[in-house]
């Protein structure tokens, strides 16, 4: 089949996937005003595969000839991991803030369970997860991933008889000679309805008592039994905002899925009641996973940047000192976020023959990012004025009984018109939509899944240097 093209990846969505929305069932995805806007976004991957200055990154080419996705090539050294965050980058500049998300997670998912099936020690599932690779390598498949379960009690573990019932955490109540059968439900799972195939694995670790939701399988998503219940989101500009040809509106949407004895065949199951390596294989998905957020969020901390930048010179204010004081904050919280989502690459590890983001930078980078968002929001927010919430609309702009008091109370400096900015307010509104805000927090985990895995991968490190300091305080022991 090869890479595909945008419009073949619109045209494989018509294949009968039950999804709602809003209470309705939605027939054809490609046909619903929200979900365009969201297919739309993704199919920006493909579109940029087949341009000419995306291709060297887009694209590798293996010794057989055939043209691969990047995201679906095994890294083995910091190179292939650098040109692998570039293009998250170029994805999300070329989005205007939102990255396709196409292929990405799907790597990310992809390489764990690779390595966690070098780890099992069993040929089959070694096999399986190798021709589960080059079957996307040849499909060129959107995916997206769902690991994160609905939980019930989350201090309870996913087996335990206090969970109102046994299905908050995916399961498998069957197999046979065939396959596996599994029920439950994963939340929030980002693009799902409007991809391709869905990756499944484990939210967390398992004890053995928990071997019946250590599963993890890939299936397309019109399988039998799978619904999906997306929340609503953009459909475009609206009547009132400004319209922007060139950068029309993306945006993504999450599903709820349900697996309602959902059957998978066995050559795509990944993993099944081998508790230990669910470990292995959550931890291995979130050292790609939060490297890959870290890498589509430097375009947006770099608009957050250029946004109060150029309101705070639209509004006359650039040379205040508190100001230079605020953009140095931002400044700094870009740079440090490029800083480390690069180093990771560069330091990385290798785990079952593929180079992997370092751990604890990356799990640094996204706790940065996710830690420090909401002070940045509140600098744009500050240099923006309180028109950033009380702005007249497109419409008011465009009647002629109102339209030049507006541009002459609302412009800014001289030389800033108002339409300069009542833009660039809508844009701040766009691109720190309060969505943006809890995705910040709680996508790719929340804060304390990043410092518990920084803590766990620092530890060796700690008694290193509890020696160092006892040999310099001249401590025996
Ligand atoms: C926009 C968006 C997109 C997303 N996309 C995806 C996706 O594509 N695929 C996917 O799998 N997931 C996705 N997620 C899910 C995301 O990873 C989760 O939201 C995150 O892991 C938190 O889980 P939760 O929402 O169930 O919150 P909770 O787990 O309920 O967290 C709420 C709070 O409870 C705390 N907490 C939870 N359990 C415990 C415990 N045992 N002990 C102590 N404290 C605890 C947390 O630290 C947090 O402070 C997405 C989330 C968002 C917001």
């Known amino acids: 089949?090869?890479?595909?093209?945008?419009?073949?990846?619109?045209?494989?969505?018509?294949?009968?996937?039950?999804?709602?929305?809003?209470?309705?069932?939605?027939?054809d995805v490609n046909r619903h005003p929200m979900l365009k806007v969201c297919i739309e976004t993704a199919a920006l991957d493909y579109e940029m595969t087949h341009m000419p200055e995306y291709r060297d990154l887009a694209v590798v080419t293996l010794d057989s000839g055939e043209a691969i996705s990047r995201y679906y090539h095994?890294?083995?050294?910091?190179?292939?991991?650098?040109?692998?965050?570039e293009l998250m980058?170029?994805?999300?500049?070329f989005g205007g803030g939102a990255?396709?998300?196409?292929?990405?997670?799907?790597?990310?998912?992809?390489?764990a369970i690779n390595i966690t099936a070098s780890l099992m020690g069993k040929p089959e599932y070694a096999e399986r997860a190798e021709n589960y690779r080059r079957h996307l390598q040849k499909t060129d498949f959107s995916v997206a991933v769902a690991v994160t379960d609905v939980k019930g009690d989350r201090t309870l573990r996913p087996s335990s008889p206090k969970q109102a019932h046994p299905d908050y955490y995916v399961r498998v109540v069957d197999k046979n000679k065939d396959g596996i059968i599994v029920r439950g439900a994963?939340?929030?799972?980002?693009?799902a309805a409007y991809f391709n195939e869905i990756i499944v694995i484990p939210s967390r670790n398992m004890n053995e008592e928990d071997a019946d939701y250590a599963v993890a399988f890939a299936i397309p998503v019109n399988t039998k039994n799978l619904t999906q219940v997306c929340h609503p989101t953009k459909t475009g500009f609206g009547p009132y905002d400004f319209p922007v040809d060139e950068r029309p509106v993306r945006w993504h949407t999450d599903s709820l899925i349900i697996f309602d004895d959902v059957f998978v065949p066995w050559e795509r199951v990944f993993l099944c009641g081998q508790w230990q390596f669910a470990m292995p294989l959550v931890y291995n998905f979130a050292y790609f996973h939060r490297h890959t957020a870290a890498s589509y969020r430097v375009p947006i901390s770099e608009m957050m940047l250029g946004m109060a930048w150029a309101m705070a010179e639209y509004n006359g204010i650039d040379r205040v000192s508190h100001v230079r004081e605020k953009i140095t904050d931002l400044v700094i919280y870009l740079n440090m976020l490029k800083s480390l989502s690069r180093a990771a690459c560069v330091d990385y590890v290798t785990h079952g023959g593929f180079a992997t983001p370092n751990p604890v930078i990356t799990n640094m980078a996204k706790y940065h990012f996710a830690s420090n968002y909401h002070d940045c929001v509140k600098i744009v927010q500050d240099m923006a004025g309180g028109l950033l919430s009380t702005a007249p609309t497109f419409k008011d702009f465009q009647n002629p009984e109102i339209s030049e008091h507006i541009k002459k109370y609302l412009g800014g400096k001289a030389g800033i018109t108002a339409e300069m900015?009542?833009?660039?307010?809508?844009?701040i509104r766009r691109i720190l939509d309060p969505e943006i805000e809890v995705l910040a927090v709680h996508g790719e985990g929340s804060f304390e899944a990043q410092r518990m895995t920084i803590f766990a991968e620092a530890y060796p490190e700690l008694d290193t240097y509890k020696k160092y300091v006892e040999r310099e305080a001249g401590i025996k022991r």
């Open 1 to 27: 089949m090869g890479l595909m093209t945008a419009q073949e990846y619109r045209e494989s969505l018509k294949d009968g996937r039950i999804v709602y929305m809003g209470g309705e069932k939605i027939e």
């Open 186 to 191: 994963k939340a929030h799972i980002t693009a």
């Open 74 to 85: 095994q890294p083995v050294n910091g190179d292939d991991l650098l040109k692998r965050h």
């Open 89 to 93: 980058v170029e994805a999300t500049r």
């Open 99 to 111: 990255i396709p998300f196409t292929h990405d997670i799907a790597s990310d998912t992809l390489n």
């Open 421 to 427: 900015r009542l833009r660039m307010l809508q844009l």
